[in-house]
């Protein structure tokens, strides 16, 4: 051979090795192995037949066939006789539906104002399931049985409640510390710093702990569904699952999760990722808030994440992460005892006071920092300083039930709001006019409903929120199709209710004129917006936001009963040796 073909030869073969380095290369990077359970060639075969059943899963319960189907009670109770027979349904959250307080004249009930408690009861009670929650009541604990049991709802029972008792030591540490200390600021865009001690990391735990053997306790089998609410609870489904293998756990994060630079704070990241990676299936209110969180998880775990399927893979099990846009009753069963809308806004004029040819703006939520309340009120300032006419017609009721009173950030942005409002009433309010009132008070839902069929305006000026039901509330309580809503682009509902006028709440004076817009809007043009708001809100309701986990829940199940079978007997000759995901799991959570 030549001197030249010898030259082109090992040209030829440096450039071959080169590509397969570079090859090699790529390879490691794109393989990210599991600290509890090593990829084999196998397992990656697996993946591959994990990707195919995975995407058999409805994304955001927007199928086909979603669309066609009247979302009801009943609609569920079919879902669960047919995909999911003699299943139990186990929902646990924080805060209880029923809560039984000591009074003068004996035992009073209350039903708290809470979009949580809204969105879930009328699921609960389709379901006949059974709700673990904290029991803070002063004569919660002389309403249960001997097992701290009560049924459900007062009069027409239907479910059962079971209570959890904690110290106040506890309660102060995991909820108003860590939670609502910690994790609260963390995942919300409003400016407050988190705190996170030690103490109250420790008291979480332990109460994640409490949690989860009352779940166990209260599961007939082995193979409930559970439902676990919010912050509250990160840890447990990792929990649940070292106890109830079989168990589907599907969690809902009621709240926004942080992009992966600010999640990083967390002193206890990882701890937090591999609890909520113990479900089946984690659910956001919009695919931004899912897409954080696993980016969160592809920064701090060393996991395997299919994009394509929305689903990650963790030491030796798949969660599926999914957008579920949660939503409310349809049609809310408490407006059938409401009277018509002139008799509310009658009603409400007379309590507060108004005047009768002044148009009414509402405001209705928690007490909270992350809910933009000062925002509007420096918006209503803007509008009275640009536009001085409307002093004297309009009134703003601003309904704010107090909440963590106990926290610094709580307690001084109540002075923020009291000395706001005292400062507006004395520059623009004259005898027998305030344009500003605040009600610092807890309403039952009954009240809420009639406040929001009263009003001419309803503000949902959130910071940052996961979606916000007041906006839908608002939407579902006027069946006269009238009033018009006013919502923050950084709630999640915004993405839904595109019809509301859609305002940055930082933003003062765009606030001001889209408060000008709604102020003169005709009743053709609130008409043409709150319709088509209605009939989303209708065919988008809880019903459709519950089905569509539980028949994500159903396909799961079934899909790992059927691996169970075949890997129990002879698999196919084409099978590879195949080993199922939802077996690897079973197998690594013995």
Known sequence: MSDYGIEVLW????????????????????????????????????????????????????????????????????????????????????????IHNIKDDGIELLVPASGLVSALEPITRACAGTWIAYGGGTADRVTVDKNDRVEVPPGNPSYTLRRVWLTEEEYQAYYLGFANEGLWPLCHIAFTRPIFRASDWEAYEAVNRKFADTVVAEARNERPIVLVQDYHFALLPRMIRERLPEAIIITFWHIPWPNSEVYSICPWRERILEGLLGSSIIGFHTQFHANNFTESVDRFLESRIERADAAISYGGQTTLVHAYPIS??????????????????????????????????????????????????????????RYPEWVGKLVFLQIAAPSRGTLPAYRQLHEECRRYVEELNQRYGS?????VLMVAEHHSQEQVYEIYRAADICMVTSLHDGMNLVAKEFVAARDDEQGVLLLSTFAGASRELLEALIVNPYDTAMTSEALLQALTMTPDEQRERMRPMREMVRDNNVYRWAGSMLLDAARLRKRGDLDRVTSNGERPSNSNNVVSIFERARKAAS
């Open 11 to 98: 040209v030829l073969i440096i450039a071959s090795l080169g590509l397969s380095a570079v090859a090699l290369v790529f390879s490691i990077s794109h393989r990210r192995r599991s600290p509890a359970a090593a990829y084999t060639a196998g397992e990656d075969v697996a993946s591959e037949a994990a990707r195919t059943v995975l995407r058999e899963f409805e994304k955001n319960g927007h199928s086909a066939d979603a669309a066609l189907i009247t979302w009801s009670p009943d609609t569920l109770r079919k879902i669960l006789a047919d995909d999911l027979p003699e299943t139990q349904v186990i929902v646990v959250s924080n805060r209880e539906p029923y």
């Open 328 to 385: 409310i009753e349809w049609p809310a069963e408490l407006l059938a005892r409401l009277p018509d809308v002139d008799e509310c806004r009658a009603r409400v004029r007379a309590r507060f006071g108004l005047p009768a040819d002044a148009k009414l703006c509402v405001g209705v939520e928690r007490l909270d920092y992350t809910k933009g309340i000062l925002d509007r009120f420096q918006a209503l300032e803007e509008l009275f300083t």
């Open 431 to 435: 005898e027998g006019y305030s344009p």
